[in-house]
């Protein structure tokens, strides 16, 4: 979600030269991006040795600029520790001093989309951004990655089908609707004419995904698991390959979001004010209740309701428009 705001800056300084950070796992969402000149990437877990030696090899060059996206420990200290001439973060407690513009994360109490929040980085360069901001940007996959996904289509006999994807994973408890609703909402949806169900999800995922697989009926349509088995550039050919992507507040919602694929959003602790599929067509499924937003630390009811009691009717009634 940070794309948008690297497309704002190269717009208004296309002769800039922009270098980005990235942890490795994520690298591969940046490169290729036509408003990125350099990209940086840092292992997830970077012992102290090798954090000093990377920020040395940083500090070989003087930046006009440093914006810290992100906010974290680590970004922090990078932020901190380069040769910028001019930082810009967030106004965080006990970091802000590190930063020559601030830029808070609320206005006047109000959530700010976090799209907006890092065009607001931006502005706080002097940088004019124009309204509503540009899209998200995810590079294409690759031949090789294409040629892959060409070949799931074709040995499952997708082509002509209306595939949906459905995110079974979620980063955390709070955000997990639970086994039982995917396999009911899989199944229902297996069952529709004319559509195919594709799971998609992480590597710790594949064992669910395999499960919700196993309970379809004969009658429906047979269900392609693809948990664990694509990388995110070829996840998101799989999703831009489809007609519908259902899934949690997560990072393939918003891989979705930069595809011209609809959404069905299921949003729980978090809120679409904050996190909503940014410039994407999408409906967005949530519970009002007092204890959302919540810091998913600990659930008060301890049913994670606001994401529980969202229906399987209430989900395939969204989907209506769509399929």
């Not at 680590?74 to 967030?90: C, D, E």
């Not at 700010?112 to 309204?131: D, F, K, Y």
Request: aromatic content about 8%.
């Amino acid at each position: 979600m940070t794309t948008p705001a690297v497309a704002a800056i190269k717009r208004a300084l296309p002769r800039a030269s922009l270098t980005y950070v990235i942890e490795e796992p994520f690298r591969a969402l940046v490169e290729g991006n036509p408003d990125i000149d350099r990209v940086i990437a840092i292992p997830a877990k970077q012992g102290a040795a090798d954090f000093v030696r990377f920020v040395r090899g940083l500090r070989r060059e003087t930046y006009d600029a440093v914006i810290d996206f992100h906010g974290g420990p680590r970004a922090s200290r990078i932020a901190w520790l380069s040769r910028g001439k001019f930082k810009v973060g967030y106004r965080l407690k006990y970091k802000g001093w590190i930063y020559d513009a601030r830029v808070p994360r609320t206005a006047a109490g109000a959530p700010i989309h976090s799209v907006e929040n890092h065009l607001n980085l931006v502005r706080a360069l002097g940088i004019t951004v124009e309204e509503p901001g540009p899209p998200l940007y995810v590079p294409e996959a690759k031949a090789a990655e294409k040629k892959r996904v060409e070949k799931i289509w074709r040995e499952n006999k997708l082509g002509g089908a209306k595939v949906i994807v459905l995110h079974v994973g979620a980063g955390n408890e709070f955000r997990d609707w639970g086994e039982a609703n995917l396999t009911a909402l899989a199944g229902r949806l297996a069952a529709t004419p004319g559509v195919r169900v594709v799971l998609a999800g992480a590597e710790r995922d594949r064992a669910r995904a395999e499960r919700i697989a196993g309970t379809i009926p004969r009658s429906a349509s047979p269900i392609v698991w693809l948990a664990g088995h694509l990388n995110l550039t070829e996840l998101r050919e799989v999703i831009a390959r489809a007609a519908l992507f259902i899934g949690p507040d997560s990072g393939p919602m918003h891989l979705a979001a930069s595809t011209r694929t609809p959404i069905v959003a299921l949003f729980g602790p978090t809120l679409p004010a904050h996190f909503a599929p940014w410039r994407a067509e999408a409906t967005i499924v949530a519970k009002e209740l007092d204890c959302r937003p919540c810091k998913q630390r600990e659930c008060i009811t301890h049913d994670f309701r606001c994401l529980r009691t969202i229906t399987v009717d209430e989900i395939i009634a969204a989907t209506q428009k769509y399929v």
